[in-house]
């Protein structure tokens, strides 16, 4: 069965109803979408239920989707937006005033609003990448761990990690190259090792 195919019977199973196909859907991008979630909230011990809470959303309005892309646009950008609702609520909560940083320093809040965008973007392409090239951009870019670590961790030679680090890299480098002038900040952003 092609790919083209797979996709299509899992749209109309999710269209149908069958809870196994959201399954599907979660496995593949629970893990992008929670560290995505985890990066951009103040309390990222939420980052989970925000996510589950996306998803709900999503089996809900599932007749409404007619592409994975479609899905997966719509899972980073709810995602986003619940965790920019959900640093509003923290903020209110630590007596700060309601006024969001947008209100106090607009080039600070817009700042955010687009490192926010490509993170989604970033995790997007991360979705799509096979699980041991996620699990190095994990244990890098959200554990901070250095090559040695995460060869250490998942006892693997020191060079096939540099190597999954070079995909990885070179899989962003791709997915970003219409964002030229600032993919050289993401990507030393994310890889600081």
């Known amino acids: 069965m092609s790919g083209n195919q797979s996709t299509h019977q899992l749209?109309?199973?999710?269209?149908?109803?069958?809870?196994?196909?959201?399954?599907?859907?979660?496995?593949?991008?629970?893990?992008?979408?929670?560290?995505?979630?985890t990066r951009l909230l103040h309390?990222?011990?939420?980052?989970?239920?925000?996510?589950?809470?996306?998803y709900i959303k999503l089996w809900q309005r599932k007749k409404e989707f007619d592409s994975r892309e479609g899905i997966k646009k719509y899972l980073f950008v709810s995602t986003r937006n619940a965790c920019i609702n959900q640093n509003e609520k923290f903020r209110v909560r630590q007596g700060q005033a309601a006024a969001s940083d947008a209100d106090s320093d607009p080039d600070e809040a817009m700042r955010k609003l687009i490192l926010s965008e490509y993170l989604g973007l970033i995790y997007q392409i991360v979705?799509?990448?096979?699980?041991?090239?996620?699990?190095?951009?994990?244990?890098?870019?959200e554990e901070g761990l250095s090559p040695e670590e995460i060869?250490?961790?998942?006892?693997?030679?020191?060079?096939?990690?540099?190597?999954?680090?070079?995909?990885?890299?070179?899989?962003?480098?791709?997915?970003?190259?219409?964002?030229?002038?600032?993919?050289?900040?993401?990507?030393?952003?994310?890889?600081?090792?």
């Open 43 to 54: 309390e990222p011990f939420l980052a989970g239920d925000i996510v589950q809470d996306v």
């Open 11 to 37: 749209l109309q199973r999710f269209h149908d109803g069958d809870p196994a196909a959201l399954g599907e859907l979660s496995n593949q991008y629970s893990p992008a979408l929670i560290g995505f979630a």
């Open 151 to 193: 060869a250490q961790q998942l006892q693997t030679p020191r060079q096939t990690i540099k190597n999954r680090k070079v995909e990885v890299y070179k899989a962003l480098r791709e997915g970003l190259k219409h964002y030229k002038l600032a993919m050289p900040v993401l990507l030393k952003m994310l890889f600081p090792h």
């Open 127 to 141: 979705s799509a990448m096979p699980e041991k090239l996620q699990q190095v951009f994990y244990l890098s870019f």
